[in-house]
């Protein structure tokens, strides 16, 4: 009986909370996992096309969880001296009831500074829509007098809302082992609004907050590169640091990546400076240019790890080079093993 008025009590909150989640992003816990996701100046990193695709389960032990897709695409163009990509995404909070997709459009223009510095500056432009499932909602007046008048019904025009959004950010790589970002999202901060008391107007207090992140780190070799016929296949560690701000809330992720070809291990401690949030451990795979990761988060705040904390699969495939061939003097960004 505790336990199920404890689940009835956290799934009330959950939902009570959703619309204020809605206006902070979704994330992802393998942030080099979903490049684009994190800084559209990572467009292209890998020189060579890149297909990624990601997927994250957060909170799966309460009935009003959140889930989320990504799937991108981006390639150097060497006529556009940068990187182009294409990116969809799509986040389902409270179970589906609120919805919030996108899909996204990045240049990246890439700058050679000195033979071992890189600077990268990507653009964004998006176009999102934001969708209310009202008939799964359930509202006091339906439980306390089921005959009595029910709540108002919105047009649906309120449900559903598509609008532009635009973000930037640059990486600036030093002798192809140390790298440093910035990423400005949701510039214009754009209304998220889809339903106001009245029906009809939209509360411009509801927007999507400027998100920012900044973000560091290194790649080193653990052994001389000579003795091996594959450079990438050396044994390395990347220490990495990522600060995330988006209206009030606050996040600092730290942790590091260890590869011992084919096997990537990850660990992560992500703080929200109110509280600590969650340890975050990574198992990853390399086979020939396919990277496949899992990592789970183990929830060490007050809503505990009974939310069942979240799992994250992430896949990236990196294609021939084709055209650029192998004689090109450009080099990937390498931001990290995996």
Known sequence: MRQLTFSFSLMFTMLIGAANLLAQDAQFSQFYGNPLYLNPALAGNKICPRITLNYRNQW???????????????????????????????????????????????????????????LT??????????????????????????????????SDKALNKIFPDFSTGFVLGMYYRYFVGFAAHHLTQPSLSVYDADGVNYDPNSKQNLK??????????????????????????????????????????VGLYTTLYPVTIGFWYRYAFNNSDAFIAL???????????????????????????????????????????????????KVTPF
């Open 212 to 253: 920012i992140t900044a973000h560091a780190g290194a790649l080193f070799n653990l052994q001389r590169p000579a003795r091996f016929l594959d450079p990438d296949k050396a044994p390395t560690i990347s220490p990495n640091i990522l600060y995330q701000q988006q209206g009030a809330f606050k996040q600092l992720n």
């Open 60 to 118: 799966p032990a309460i009935p009003a969880s959140f889930v989320t897709y990504s799937v991108s695409a981006d390639r150097y163009v060497e006529a556009l001296s940068g990187s182009v990509a294409l990116m969809a995404f799509s986040d389902n909070a409270g179970g589906g009831i609120l919805t919030n997709n996108a899909i996204s459009g990045i240049y990246s223009y890439r700058l050679e500074i000195e033979r071992e510095f890189v």
């Open 121 to 154: 500056t990507g653009f964004q432009a998006s176009f999102q829509q934001v969708s209310l499932d009202w008939n799964r909602l359930i509202f006091e007046s339906q439980i306390t007098d089921p005959n009595g008048p029910q709540e108002p019904v919105p």
């Open 283 to 333: 198992l990853g795979f390399e086979y020939e240019k396919i990277k496949l990761g899992y990592t789970y988060d183990y929830t060490v705040s007050g809503l505990s790890n009974a939310t069942g904390g979240a799992h994250e699969i992430s896949l990236a495939w990196v294609l021939p080079c084709n055209e650029i061939g192998k004689n090109s003097k450009l080099k990937a960004i």
